[in-house]
């Protein structure tokens, strides 16, 4: 079977996918399904892929009313990590600080973006950053592009829960 590739974003919403078109189609659906949940406004129907996996673009004063609206975490990181569970263990507070990092406009990430925010809202550091991405891209929740990554689908429902 041919492979199919599939590359959009929604919000803070970012799916990638390359595979077979009868698997793909599958995760698709699910990513679909999830996004109302994951993003904390309404999809507009113009934002929504259709049948080709093709969304139309949203105009600029409406990335910037979505930019303004309440799809961002407006409590302090510090907050968010102690709601969150995030600071049960090292793994899952670098997971929770990069999901709010991500949900508050951050499409990509380094290990010093998450180890910056941590300090900058007074938290304690990780004792090895880069060894919790890691963990976190072998279990699903994080992916690598390059140097950067970004929180999957899966982590952020692992966080946000």
């Known amino acids: 079977m041919a492979n199919s590739k599939i590359e959009f974003k929604i919000g803070n919403i970012k799916f990638i996918g390359d595979g077979e078109q009868e698997w793909l189609s599958k995760q698709l659906d699910k990513i679909l399904n ?3 949940e994951l993003i904390n406004y309404d999809i507009p129907e113009s934002n ?3 049948d080709n996996g093709l969304t ?3 105009s600029e004063p409406q990335k ?3 930019s303004n609206s309440s799809s961002k975490i407006k409590e302090t ?7 969150k569970k995030g600071t049960a263990n090292q793994r899952r507070k670098y997971l929770a600080t990069a999901v709010y990092l991500q949900l508050n406009g951050n499409e990509s ?3 010093k973006d998450v ?4 300090l900058k809202a007074k938290q304690t550091k990780l004792t090895n950053a880069a060894n919790e991405l890691n963990q976190n891209v072998k279990q699903g929740y994080c992916e ?4 950067t990554f970004y929180v999957t689908p899966e982590g952020i429902s692992k966080i946000m829960g």
């Open 109 to 111: 990430m380094t290990s």
């Open 34 to 36: 999830k996004i109302p």
């Open 144 to 147: 690598r592009h390059g140097k």
């Open 56 to 58: 139309n673009e949203i």
């Open 64 to 66: 910037q009313e979505k």
């Open 115 to 118: 180890t910056d925010a941590l």
């Open 77 to 83: 990181l510090a907050t968010f990590l102690r709601s």
């Open 48 to 50: 929504v892929p259709d």
